[in-house]
């Protein structure tokens, strides 16, 4: 068995400016001559606009201009690939006078101040002709999904097939049948969306806005105003959480820049959390159908796995919810299939753990009740069943330490003393379960380039457009350059989310930690040659001799062949456990064990924060997270931080984290497969499997509220 993984525990290099308010968000920046946009949104969920008078708007008080589909500014249609440029939702702000769902963006009104731009804009007049719109999944109708961006581009629908099913089902020694349902689920990060454009005449464009991909950020604004990627400026040094709603232009911000240049003045617009509900993603609700069957001694013979979610009618997004499943368990007949369905609601997208989150919420339940079928424990079932290969790739795991996070985290909970019987357990009059599932995310990586500069005030600066999303790409950065170098991290200033820096790769998929760090390491290395130095303090003598100013090198790392022999995963399990008092439906999670093998970890402390989030968001997608759509009108009945329920800190417990395996090296120099998503992944199983354990109540629809308890 493996040790537990000791890391540097660097503090965060970006705390202190958090903490005191001197961290620079995007709607923060100070930018002389400001006018400010506020968003109207349709009031209707499907339909027409009949007719929209601006005119007493367009007289207000300090209003500068009123945008609507009438004189709508331009905007070109990019190559929206993914590769070149990307937006979140295909049809562009104010294209036509269609409305496709509730909250959808009709117009900006500008004006010289906020509160100026929000008056004038209630006092636009809109006439509709409305539609029934879809609001609810029942009523959509579904068809095979025609895309999905799962872990690999190549796995696109979703769906697997193996051996056959047929007789697997009827044969089966032990079976399990079951459908699980997620809620519509949103991003809720504490920085709102916003953007501030600023044009410099008409092919100069900058743009601040919280965003998880600078470089893509800066093609696709390129795109949208038919410029050279050059002529774009990205500035996002902090992003308050993105989650996956803060990768790509939403319409809001290409409509922003877009009345920013027809009126050559820099515009500024932030989301309400109102608006932010309808129109900036969501998790898509989902409806998935596991069916298992098994030997006697617990060998799976049969896993089918089927999953349904919605998208809007102005895009296709599929929450890819069947793409670990191949992954975890093997077995000689094996069937994956996604279907998508049709609704008039915003546009959903990724967001932490897109598939894997929903989709281990279904297949560890399901593994729960297997092993409660068969009397054999849910540690064991997984144990004899994990694959040693990534079924679909056909390639072994580059480094699998599975066994050892079920092992390790089982020592530290003190499973063995688990009582056999659901509601065995009592304490303070109190039922107590305890749960098990397990987590995983893949090891993603795309290239990465980063500049260091060695000055001669005894200083490093190290500067990428790569960024920090919260996760800690700050810390992590400074401490590798600090280590590379020989330096102190204190010496080691970085500068992170600028698009005038060399481009850094996506903070997303996780992968930011993966892509950058081996970039760093060897942009280090190449300062020292450039210097012709051992370490930093070296080439400072050489600098205070020679009388130069700097040392300056540039480094490149990007993924190679390794992916045609390897698969690379990350992994994990989470023991908690709950109280339930039956009485008042009153649940309380009161212990929590997570184990992750992510590779080398670059920061404990960073790191572990990564997998407490993620166990949080976890929590409160068990347990809170919800967002209907009136059935009638079809906007969310939630509509700010107060009405959409998520944890607080009474919520949760102390989260013990532990690290294990080794660094894996087959990926990259670092050896880190980066943390981001993976401790949200297998939460909410692990939640339902205590709930079962305490009550013997197997509840398959997110979130248990107390309703469901009592
Ligand atoms: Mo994440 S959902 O890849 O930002």
């Known amino acids: 068995m493996s040790q537990v993984m000791k890391a540097n ?11 005191t308010g001197t961290a620079t968000y995007a709607a923060e920046h100070q930018i002389p001559n400001l006018l400010h946009g506020y968003l109207i949104t349709a009031s209707i969920a499907k339909g027409r606009i009949k007719s929209i008078d601006t005119q007493t708007a367009e007289k207000s008080k300090g209003v500068i201009a009123v945008f ?3 004189n709508a500014p331009k905007i070109s249609k990019p190559s929206n690939n993914f590769i070149n440029s990307k937006i979140y939702e295909a049809r562009l702000p104010l294209a036509d006078d269609k409305i496709h769902y509730a909250g959808q963006i009709i117009g900006l009104v500008v004006a010289d101040t906020f509160e100026r731009a929000r008056e004038a804009a209630n006092l636009v007049k809109i006439a509709y002709i409305a539609e029934t719109p879809i609001a609810e999944a029942k009523k959509a109708t579904f068809k095979k999904a025609a895309s999905v961006f799962g872990e690999d581009m190549e796995y696109k629908k979703g769906d697997f097939e ?15 049948e079951a459908t699980y349902k997620t809620s519509t689920e949103l991003h809720a990060p504490l920085e709102p969306h916003a953007i501030i454009a600023q044009w410099q005449n008409n ?3 900058t743009v601040y806005e919280p965003t998880q991909w600078i470089g893509g950020s800066q093609r696709t604004y390129s795109e949208l105003f038919a410029l050279a990627p050059e002529q774009v400026r990205i500035i996002s040094p902090f992003v308050g959480g993105g989650f996956g709603c803060k990768a790509f232009p939403w319409p809001h911000g290409i409509l922003c820049a877009a009345a920013a240049r027809k009126l050559q003045k820099p515009v500024k617009v932030v989301l309400s959390r109102r608006q932010m509900t309808a129109n900036s993603g969501h998790r898509s609700e989902t409806e998935q159908t596991l069916r298992l069957a098994a030997q006697a001694d617990g060998s799976l013979q049969g896993i089918e796995h089927t999953a349904k979610s919605l998208t809007s009618e102005v895009d296709v997004f599929t929450e890819p919810c069947t793409g670990m499943t191949t992954v975890m368990y093997a077995a000689p007949n094996l069937r994956t299939y996604q279907e998508l369905g049709v609704m008039n609601v915003g546009t959903p997208t990724f967001m932490r753990a897109p598939g894997e989150n929903p989709g281990l919420f279904a297949l560890e339940s399901a593994m729960d009740e297997l092993a409660w079928e068969l009397g054999i424990d849910p540690i064991e079932l997984r144990l004899k069943n994990e694959t040693k290969e990534h079924q679909r790739k056909g390639l072994p795991f580059s480094a699998k330490h599975f066994r050892e996070c079920l092992q390790i985290g089982a020592e530290k909970f003190g499973w063995q003393n688990r009582s056999k019987k659901p509601r065995s357990f009592t304490r303070d009059g109190k039922l107590i379960g305890w749960g098990v599932a397990a987590a995983t995310f893949p090891g993603l990586r795309s290239s990465g380039t980063v500049k260091v500069r060695l000055l001669n005030n005894g200083t490093a600066h190290v500067l990428t457009s790569g960024n920090d999303m919260g996760t800690g ?9 600090a280590e590379v170098l020989g330096l102190p991290v204190e010496k080691v200033k970085v500068e992170l989310g600028d698009s005038l820096f060399p481009n850094g790769g996506l903070a997303g998929g996780s992968q930011m930690t993966a892509s950058l760090i081996p970039a760093v390491m060897v942009a280090c290395e190449e300062v020292l040659k450039t210097a012709q130095a051992e370490n930093a303090e070296a080439a400072f003598n050489s600098l205070r001799q020679s009388q130069r100013v700097a040392f300056e090198a540039t480094g490149s790392s990007a993924p190679g062949a390794e992916g045609k022999q390897w698969a690379f995963q990350s992994w994990g399990a989470h023991f908690c456990e709950v109280s339930v008092d039956e009485e008042i439906g009153r649940l309380q999670v009161t212990r929590w064990v997570s ?5 080398r970890v670059m920061n404990a402390k960073t ?19 919800e967002c209907k759509f009136d059935p009638n009108l079809g906007n969310p009945v939630v509509y700010d931080l107060a009405t959409y329920h998520f944890p607080s800190h009474a919520d949760i417990p102390r989260i013990d984290v532990a690290f294990v395996g080794e660094p894996d090296l087959n990926f990259n120099p670092a050896g880190a497969r980066g943390v981001g998503e993976i401790g949200i992944t297998g939460v909410s199983a692990a939640l339902c499997n205590a709930v079962y354990h305490a009550t013997g109540k197997r509840l398959r629809e997110l979130p248990i509220t107390p309703d469901k308890l009592i």
């Open 473 to 481: 790409a700050y810390t992590v950065v400074a401490s590798t350059a």
């Open 203 to 205: 092919n100069s464009l």
């Open 68 to 70: 609507t589909h009438k």
């Open 595 to 599: 184990v992750m093998d992510i590779g």
């Open 9 to 19: 525990s660097t503090n965060r290099k970006d705390g202190l400016a958090k903490v």
């Open 607 to 625: 790191a572990a924060s990564q997998v407490r989030g993620g166990v949080i968001m976890g929590i409160g997608h068990a347990l809170m997270e």
């Open 162 to 176: 193996k051996g056959s099913f047929t007789d697997v089902m009827a044969g089966a020694a032990a079976k399990v």
